[in-house]
């Protein structure tokens, strides 16, 4: 196992390095010159030369890349000039946003996605999975930035069940109810899409289980019902749908971008975004750089899992 983890991570030096280069050159490509866009009203030519050199602008790209990323191995991001601190500490703090909001998408996207795909393959054709059909390809069809948007139309300012945006109130105690409150409407809204897609491959996956052979024979032993489908069948179907999950974790955490700037959540897309509106280009580099190395993480974990599952896998 410990051979195995390690090829994993080996293989993932080369994904990082390639997202590196990209998110950097894509940042050297975009039209305009960010010492004119930090310096606004002060950019004379004079300042805007200092500055230039001062951010290391005026260096062949080539070696710009290769400072910034041997800066990055000794945990040093840069400085983001828009909020003047280090951007390490702001996507770390914007971070823990995310991954509350992402991480509670995804428990709820793998619970109800799981449940609902076994009890549908448990009933096939039946009223069931019918209903959960439905129900499943409607949640799928509606982008989640605009299930977002209706959910405040409906539950925040109509009902005012919840709170519009934010994470925590403006004012008032910052507890767990408080928190929990302003998480409900965007973690469901972030769940939906996913927790079709987890459902619909599930029930495929414990469609094709329970075909199989020792199926049969559990049933023809006298094994209940009940334990045929959740303790042999899930079992066996949960080595093609780890990998299900894993998918929709890296897409929950993208789609998180969408849903942190409509409801205003304090996290590393809007972070982000603000970051590319104001062409801070080390706080956008060391974001996207970080998130991609905690996908990369996430999968190996993943991979890790399914092995345990099925140790062919690590052949």
Not at 121 to 145: E, H, M
Not at 264 to 276: H, S
């Amino acid at each position: 196992m410990a051979g195995y983890i390690l090829k994993r991570l080996v293989s993932a030096i080369p994904v990082l390095l390639g997202i590196s280069i990209i998110v950097f050159l894509i940042m050297a490509m975009i039209p305009g010159d960010p010492a004119t866009a930090i310096l606004g009203s002060y950019a004379t030519p004079e300042n805007v030369e200092k500055l230039n050199r001062d951010l290391g602008l005026d260096k062949p790209l080539v070696q710009r890349y290769f400072i910034w990323l041997g800066n990055m191995l000794q945990g040093d991001f840069g400085r983001s000039f828009s909020l003047n601190r280090p951007v390490i500490d702001e996507v770390l703090e914007r971070f823990n946003g995310t991954l509350i909001l992402a991480g509670t998408s995804f428990v709820i996207c793998s619970l109800l996605g799981v449940a609902a795909g076994v009890v549908s393959a448990a009933r096939q054709y039946g009223l069931a999975d019918k209903l959960i059909t439905f129900v499943v390809l409607l949640g799928i069809s509606i982008p989640s930035f605009f299930l977002g948007m209706m959910m405040i139309l409906i539950f925040a300012v109509n009902l005012k069940w919840f709170p519009v945006s934010g994470m925590w109130p403006i004012y008032g105690a910052r507890d767990f109810a408080a928190l929990v409150s302003h998480l409900t409407l965007p973690a469901l809204a972030l769940a939906t899409v996913a927790t079709g897609v987890i459902a619909r491959l599930s029930r495929s996956a414990m469609l094709e289980v329970l075909r199989q052979d020792f199926i049969r024979t559990a049933r023809a032993k006298g094994v209940r019902e009940r334990g045929v489908i959740w303790r042999h069948a899930l079992r066996a179907a949960m080595v093609s749908i780890i990998p299900v999950l894993g998918i929709q974790a890296g897409f929950v955490l993208s789609g998180a971008v969408y849903i942190e700037i409509v409801f205003q959540w304090p996290g590393v897309g809007r972070m982000l975004v603000d970051a590319i509106l104001t062409r801070d280009i080390l706080l956008v580099q060391g974001g996207v750089v970080f998130v991609a190395a905690c996908y990369v993480m996430f999968n190996i974990a993943v991979d890790v899992a399914q092995s345990l599952l099925d140790p062919r896998i690590k052949t």
